[in-house]
Structures are given as structure tokens and as C-alpha cells.
């Protein structure tokens, strides 16, 4: 299987897990750009991230109090 | 007063005029009203003008100058608010067949500032649906067109917000900022574009994207009009979540102090590097930074990490919130959402929860790149905000992601203010333009190298030739 292949055949496993509906004449263009946000998600991953690295929207309290969620 | 439906009037002239009663409201209303109904139908950049409830709030406004009630400095002007700000009795549609009729019972809390400073809200502005997808001729109301040559378009989302301020139809209109939505149709539109930090406006009530790069500020004609709105509409707000609690700056006491002794950073390769990149948006740019170096600023050149990767960790997050944001619908009614936003929008589900954890934890570093490498040095970056000037209508037919060549979302991705400035027009007399980025709540920065930059190159007194090419169709 060729990864264009490979691609395709990870992009319907998904779709059939999430339920989408895809129009046949929309699918082209959709794996088109799910190949490029593989490159994306492929590309974050070269960055030197350690345990330590904690993400941007680590939860904290203050916006929970004030919003009164809490 | 000329045809530019008293656009031509700075907010501060306005304000003056309408206190010292050589104007009305009304007047200011009604002329934009007329100009609105003049060239619209070409244009498009309103979804819904309010005539009934503008000229009603504009004789409220006279009638509190007439007894002495000063709400401020917006008080008696016309303005716009995109069409995914939500309006209290107004139909509020985000452009969507899925909202066409949608007529929301409070204000978001950005109209609620408008409203209380005695503001005259002509009217809804046309968004790309959802401020996502595209410009789409699939949708209930048509694109909004580029002032400057209408078979170009005007960016988006923010696209009638730029479109109509361009135009002199307002003097300025609200947009919204998660990839660029502000500062993309300001730098095609030729107008001044202020994505403000993260959490200094309210995004209540405001139609979400992304819950963690959704910005609300200002397209206006000039710098001095987007301070005066900012003026209005930052504060706290303890309940969005993303507010944040600091005091509230000023916007306008050093606005017209100039740049002498500012130091200020250009990344070079952010934009000569980049695909697609124009020479005369790089010779504007260029252009630019000399002009400032000529006011005394210092201007040096640095390296941030690879655009891409801030392009990367902006569009995966982006992606995953508006997908969580809009699952429901694109799993229970796909085909009411226009081609180009389902399209889009269904790749958010396609990530992986490890993906968007990963993209969260590299905008944190990203950020630290921004804030604690360069701005713990210089006062503020400096890069293109278009690649090159706005395509035509024509040459926008993929459904695939968009790559319209902005620079503008690492500045989403770290939350810092950025403001997309005028730098000059392309051979064929189309805008371009430059961003101005300093740090966290320096918003009031970036305005004053803003003002000082257009001061210099006069060009907020260009505007575009609209009813030539009005009647030209």
C-alpha cells in the first residue's frame, strides 16, 4: 500500500468512526487537506518538547471562580 | 461634508463637531445610510442595515448633546459590527444558512459598550460563514466585494467589516481575529486593523471559532479612529473566561508621541522566505522601516522559529475547537453549511487528542519565542501581514485548507497585540501593508507606531474610487 494510499484509507477509518457524512464530490479535496495537517501535526512533533513542557491552556482556577463555575 | 458619508470626518472631528453642534447625528446617520444604499447591492458588505433603529439612536444622541449628557467618545456615530456579534432584536446570522434567522434576545457584551457610550449601530456586516469558510457564493447572502476593485476580494472573515470601512460606509466596523479575520481584510482592504491581546475585549456574545484565538477589535480608517474605539469597548469582563483582569490602558495620551528611541525587531525571514511573497510587498515593507528609522526608531533584524511551525500549532488548534464548536451540526446537518466551511471544518475531526495537546504545549514555547527572546529586547516586531495583495474572486477555487498567504496567525497563537497598518498600493492599485506587534497590553504601542507610520505616508487620505466602478457595472 503506498502512502497516498495509507492516507486515504486513515482518513475513511476516521470518518467512519466520527459518522461524517462526506459528499463523494468533497472527499478530493478533504484528503488533499488531511494530508497537509498530517505534515502539521508531523512538523509540532520536531519541536524539542520535554515532560516538563506543560501546554498553553493549562487549567487554572481564577477563570473557573470568577465565571462562578466552581 | 464630501460623498464618503461623513467618513471623512475622524472620529475625534466627528466628536468635536457633534459637541459644538455644527453636526448632527442624524446627519452622520443619514449620510451613511444613503451611501450604504448607493453602492451596496455592488458591494456587499452589510447583511442587514438597521435604518429604523440607527436614525432612533442617533436622535437620542442629539438629544443627549442638546441636554449636556456626554457618554463619551462615540457618542453619535454611525459604526458596524460583524455579522457574528450578537444583537438584541437583531437578526445575527454568521453569514449561515444555519442561522439565517436567527434573532438573538441580548447583546454581546462589546454592542452593550457601543450602546451604552450612545453609538449608532448602522448595521450587521458580512463575515465568512461562521468566520471560517471562505468567500462563498453558496451561501444565503452574497460575498462582500474589495472597494478597490471589486472583482478581487476583500479577505476575510472580517470581509464586509473591511469592505464597508474602505468604502467610507462607516468609519469603522468590529471584526473578529482567530487566524488573521481583522488584519487580513484590513491589509487588502487598505484600512488599520487591531487584533488587541487576548482577553482585552469581551468575546461574550460573540459567536465562537476558537475559544483560545478569538480576538475582538477594530477595522477603521485610521489609527486615531481604532484608539477611540478601543477607548470604548476594552475592560475586564469576569465572565469570559478569557478576560483578563488588568486595568484598562490609555489608548490615547501617547498616541501622537512618535518612535524616537523605540527599538523595534523585523524577522526578515518570516516573510522574504515565505511562498508567494510579493517584491512589492517586501519593497513597502522596507520602505517602511526606513521611514522609521528616519523618526529615530532602531530597527534590527532577528530570527524567530519558522513560521510554519506557528502556522502549524495556530491551524490544529483552531481546527479542533471549531470542530468541538460546530460537531453537532456537521454531523446532524452537513449540506446547511456552505461547501467551503464543511470542507474545512470537518479536518478538526480528524485530530487526535495527543495532536492538539502536542500544538498546545509548542504554543507555550512559541510564545516564550516571541515575548521572552525578542520583546525583553525590543519594543516591537515588525512583518508583513498579506503576502501579497487580494487574489480575484477567480482564483479562489479550492476547498482544501486556506493558504492565502497571511502572516498573521502567530500573533493568535501567542495572544499579542497586532495591528495590520496601510504601507503603500501595488502597480495595479491594490493595498498592502505590514503589521505592527508588541507585547501583552502594549496595544497602545503598536498605535503609536501606527499613527506615526500614517502620519508620515498620508495614506489614510486615499480611498478607493467606488462609484466609478459601481456604475461601471
Not at chain 2, 63 to 84: H, R, S, T
Not at chain 2, 267 to 288: C, L, N, Q
Amino acid at each position: 500500500m503506498s502512502e497516498t494510499d495509507t492516507i486515504e484509507a486513515d482518513l475513511q477509518a476516521i470518518i467512519s468512526r466520527t459518522g461524517l457524512t462526506i459528499p463523494d464530490d468533497r472527499f478530493p479535496a478533504i484528503l488533499h487537506s488531511y494530508a497537509e495537517l498530517r505534515q502539521m501535526a508531523d512538523l509540532i512533533r520536531t519541536m524539542d518538547l520535554g515532560p516538563t513542557d506543560e501546554p498553553a491552556n493549562i487549567y487554572g482556577f481564577d477563570p473557573a471562580l470568577r465565571g462562578g463555575t466552581l | 461634508m464630501t460623498n464618503s458619508a461623513g467618513a471623512d470626518l475622524s472620529y475625534a472631528e466627528a466628536g468635536t463637531k457633534l459637541r459644538n453642534g455644527s453636526v448632527t447625528s442624524r446627519l452622520l446617520t443619514e449620510a451613511a445610510l444613503t451611501r450604504i444604499a448607493a453602492v451596496d447591492d455592488k458591494l456587499h458588505s452589510f447583511i442587514t442595515v438597521t435604518s429604523d433603529s440607527a436614525l432612533a439612536e442617533a436622535d437620542a444622541a442629539d438629544a443627549d448633546f442638546a441636554a449636556g449628557i456626554d457618554k463619551g467618545p462615540m457618542q453619535g456615530i454611525p459604526y458596524a459590527l460583524k455579522d457574528i456579534y450578537m444583537t438584541a432584536g437583531v437578526r445575527t446570522t454568521c453569514h449561515s444558512k444555519l442561522l439565517e434567522q436567527n434573532v438573538p434576545t441580548e447583546d454581546c457584551v462589546v454592542a452593550t459598550k457601543f450602546k451604552s457610550g450612545g453609538a449608532v449601530m448602522v448595521g450587521k456586516t458580512a463575515t465568512h460563514e461562521f468566520a471560517f469558510g471562505g468567500p462563498s457564493f453558496d451561501l444565503p447572502f452574497p460575498p462582500a466585494r474589495n472597494p478597490w476593485h471589486l472583482d478581487h476580494i476583500p479577505g476575510g472573515s472580517s470581509s464586509g467589516s473591511g469592505a464597508a470601512v474602505a468604502a467610507g460606509l462607516v468609519r469603522m466596523a468590529m471584526g473578529s481575529d482567530t487566524g488573521g479575520s481583522i488584519r487580513g481584510p484590513a491589509a487588502y482592504c487598505g484600512t488599520v486593523g487591531l487584533k488587541p491581546t487576548y482577553g482585552l475585549v469581551s468575546r461574550r456574545g460573540i459567536f465562537p471559532l476558537s475559544f483560545t484565538l478569538d480576538h475582538a477589535g477594530p477595522l477603521s480608517w485610521s489609527v486615531e479612529d481604532t484608539a477611540i474605539t478601543m477607548s470604548v469597548i476594552a475592560g475586564f469582563d469576569p465572565a469570559d473566561p478569557a478576560s483578563a483582569n488588568v486595568p484598562k490602558p490609555d489608548f490615547l495620551s501617547d498616541l501622537k508621541t512618535g518612535v524616537e528611541g523605540l527599538r523595534i525587531a523585523v524577522p526578515r525571514h518570516f516573510y522574504e522566505e515565505a511562498k508567494g511573497v510579493s517584491d512589492e510587498t517586501v519593497a513597502a515593507i522596507d520602505a517602511s522601516i526606513e521611514t522609521l528609522r528616519g523618526l529615530g526608531a532602531v530597527v534590527e533584524t532577528v530570527t524567530l522559529p519558522d513560521f510554519e511551525l506557528y502556522n502549524a500549532t495556530g491551524r490544529i488548534i483552531l481546527l479542533a475547537e471549531a470542530f468541538a464548536i460546530h460537531e453537532k451540526d456537521l454531523l446532524s446537518r452537513p449540506l446547511d453549511y456552505g461547501r467551503l466551511t464543511f470542507s474545512r471544518m470537518v479536518l478538526g475531526g480528524t485530530l487526535t487528542a495527543t495532536d492538539v495537546t502536542q500544538a498546545f504545549r509548542a504554543r507555550r514555547k512559541l510564545a516564550d519565542a516571541v515575548n521572552q527572546d525578542i520583546l525583553s529586547r525590543y519594543d516591537a516586531i515588525i512583518t508583513a501581514s498579506s503576502l501579497a495583495p487580494a487574489p480575484r474572486f477567480d482564483e479562489m477555487t479550492s476547498d482544501t485548507l486556506p493558504s492565502w498567504g497571511m502572516q498573521t496567525i502567530p500573533f493568535n497563537v501567542t495572544g499579542n497585540p497586532a495591528l495590520s497598518i496601510p504601507t503603500g498600493f501595488s502597480s495595479a492599485g491594490l493595498p498592502l501593508s505590514m503589521q505592527i506587534v508588541a507585547k501583552p497590553f502594549a496595544d497602545a504601542l503598536t498605535l503609536r507606531i501606527g499613527h506615526a507610520l500614517e502620519a508620515a505616508s498620508g495614506l489614510s487620505s486615499k480611498r478607493p474610487e467606488l462609484e466609478t466602478a459601481v456604475a461601471a457595472e
